[in-house]
T-cell receptor
Framework: GQNIDQPTEMTATEGAIVQINCTYQ??????LFWYQQHAGEAPTFLSY??LDGLEEKGRFSSFLSRSKGYSYLLLKELQMKDSASYLC??????????WGAGTKLIIKP | IAGITQAPTSQILAAGRRMTLRCTQD?????MYWYRQDLGLGLRLIHY???????GKGEVPDGYSVSRANTDDFPLTLASAVPSQTSVYFC????????????FGEGSRLTVL
């Protein structure tokens, strides 16, 4: 079966750095997405990786290793507004999106 | 404001009733999707449409139907609601197919009693 694993919840301190991991086992791979979802709101797009390596976008970076079936989202200089759930999703060989259950990130002052 | 509009935002429904969740986008995106989101689970695809006039089944289509008469509208119908359909429903669209960014509506919270 297809599976996306990410931690259920993480806690970090304002101003610090946090890394949210995502591992996947899917039938094929056509890219990996990260979305942010604040409580009670819609998910919003953060990043898309299809090649190995690190993609940086401001305070957020996303890394992919296709051989390891692994990605992480790195958030730097954490702000209180970064408290949200972070969803990892993989596009499989049929171009269907498989979603992880999300990681709830709690930022403490 | 450009984007996706869903209605209603919240609804309580008696089991057995018929319900249509509306979704309208003004971005002229070809692809549209309906997802349900339940606690502890990832988003699950119910139905999708790659272009006006076509629809397809997702991971959890049973008990739901959709139509795509034009580019902008993609309603989701529950013919006879059951309590297991209690969920938050998100409509989404994409202008770049499967590899493109998804734009989500604000969600419709449905409770079936």
């Amino acid at each position: 079966g297809q599976n996306i694993d990410q931690p259920t919840e993480m806690t970090a301190t304002e101003g610090a750095i946090v890394q949210i991991n995502c591992t996947y086992q899917t039938s094929g791979f056509n890219g990996l997405f990260w979305y942010q979802q604040h409580a009670g709101e819609a998910p919003t797009f953060l990043s898309y990786n299809v090649l190995d390596g690190l993609e940086e976008k401001g305070r957020f970076s996303s890394f992919l290793s296709r051989s390891k079936g692994y990605s992480y989202l790195l958030l730097k200089e954490l702000q209180m507004k970064d408290s949200a759930s972070y969803l990892c999703a993989v596009l499989d060989s049929n171009y269907q999106l498989i979603w992880g259950a999300g990681t709830k990130l709690i930022i403490k002052p | 404001i450009a984007g996706i509009t869903q209605a209603p935002t919240s609804q309580i429904l008696a089991a057995g009733r018929r319900m249509t969740l509306r979704c309208t986008q003004d971005m002229r995106h070809n692809a549209m999707y309906w997802y349900r989101q339940d606690l502890g689970l990832g988003l699950r695809l119910i139905h999708y449409s790659n272009t006006a006039g076509t629809t397809g089944k997702g991971e959890v289509p049973d008990g739901y139907s959709v139509s795509r008469a034009n580019t902008d509208d993609f309603p989701l119908t529950l013919a006879s609601a059951v309590p297991s359909q209690t969920s938050v429903y998100f409509c989404a669209s994409s202008d770049s197919g499967a590899t493109g960014e998804l734009f989500f509506g604000e969600g419709s919270r449905l409770t079936v009693l």
